[in-house]
């Protein structure tokens, strides 16, 4: 009677999709190579409950992330920039 098993097995393996979906901010921080200075700020934050404490972690992210964006700031304009040389 194969036929009454329950479909419980189903249910369990799209919950487990679900729990898989990563966060776009998640995402984000993770392309950005700032995902450690991130966790450092989490794991502050988790400690102390006042990003006060934690000014040291939220600048490190910080810079982490404006050398991050200048970077890529300055692959967009040198691929916009050979693009423009190729027309």
């Given at each position: 009677m194969s036929a009454s098993v329950p479909?419980?097995?189903n249910w369990a393996r799209r919950v487990k999709k679900e729990e898989e979906e990563e966060d776009p901010l998640d995402q984000l921080i993770s392309r950005s190579g700032c995902a450690a200075a991130h966790l450092a700020v989490?794991?502050?934050m988790?400690?102390?409950q006042d990003w006060r404490q934690c000014q040291p972690q939220v600048q490190a992210f910080?810079?982490?992330m404006?050398?991050?964006?200048a970077k890529r700031r300055e692959e967009l304009q040198r691929r916009k920039?050979?693009?423009?040389?190729h027309h």
């Open positions: 479909q419980g097995h989490q794991e502050c988790a400690e102390h910080r810079d982490c404006s050398e991050q964006q920039e050979q693009a423009s040389a």
